[in-house]
């Protein structure tokens, strides 16, 4: 099944059930935002490969450069800056918007929190101008069994991990309730992780055995650098690691 989805290239990783915050001030995106909650439809968030998420060209985005001491010259260094056009990855995630928690501006802007749903992956392009539409297919969640215990393992790793920073830190580790399902679990965990979107992204594209495989090393990783982490962690490193500091 595929639909048509208008997208927003951004310079993050939006995974299924987390939470964004945005400052949507283009015109364009105006007009993206304003038609998706008039239909109550979700538009999709997809990391850049290349190209800003910011057209120097804007006017709301001139007016500010301008209101701060800025003209022609600043304008064409930020061109060169920000780079050409923007380049998506092809896969994302669905998001629908929070209208109750989010509001328009008497300028027209709008401030944002929408909700990551589904992952899809971009087919073509039905419409570059005046903001991306696409023809997506939406990506099957797995349902097959996983490696037998992965799933609890990296729960066991995540509250190694923060007894190690409460012990050296001496505050209580926060208070959280964990996903049930790996697929939850791992989604919930790669939002919170503090690795570059590069990272985020191929968990993004990856399947669940593999993403619970790698935040697993990710962690244990990281509890081998702390003084307190266990020391057996040293030799078990893994790829993707990072921390939630």
Avoid at 85 to 99: E, K, R
Avoid at 200 to 227: G, I, Y
Wanted: contains cysteine; hydrophobic residues 40%.
């Amino acid at each position: 099944m595929t639909v048509k989805l208008p997208l927003f290239p951004l310079n993050t990783v939006l995974f299924p059930g987390a939470m964004i915050q945005l400052h949507v001030f283009e015109e364009r995106y105006r007009l993206m935002v304003g038609r998706c909650i008039e239909q109550r439809s979700p538009f999709g968030v997809v990391l850049l490969r290349s190209g800003s998420e910011v057209n120097p060209n804007d006017p709301w985005f001139r007016q500010q450069v301008e209101a701060a001491g800025g003209g022609d010259a600043e304008l064409n260094q930020l061109r060169l800056q920000l780079g050409g056009d923007a380049l998506p990855y092809v896969v994302g995630t669905s998001a629908q918007i929070n209208i109750g928690e989010s509001a328009r501006l008497d300028d027209g802007r709008y401030y944002l929190i929408a909700q990551g749903q589904r992952r899809f992956r971009i087919q073509y392009f039905v419409q570059r101008q005046p903001y991306f539409i696409a023809s997506v297919g939406y990506l099957p969640e797995e349902s097959a069994a996983h490696p037998y215990g992965a799933g609890e393992q990296l729960r066991t790793v995540y509250a190694r991990y923060w007894a190690a920073v409460s012990a050296l830190t001496g505050t209580a580790p926060p208070s959280e309730s964990l996903p049930e399902s790996p697929s939850d679990l791992t989604y919930w965990m790669a939002h919170r992780l503090n690795v570059d979107n590069a990272q985020k992204q191929h968990w993004l594209e990856a399947d669940v055995s593999t993403r619970l495989r790698e935040m697993s090393a990710a962690l244990r990783a990281e509890l081998a650098l702390l003084p307190n982490g266990d020391a057996g962690e040293r030799e078990r490193g893994g790829p993707g690691s990072g921390s939630w500091n």
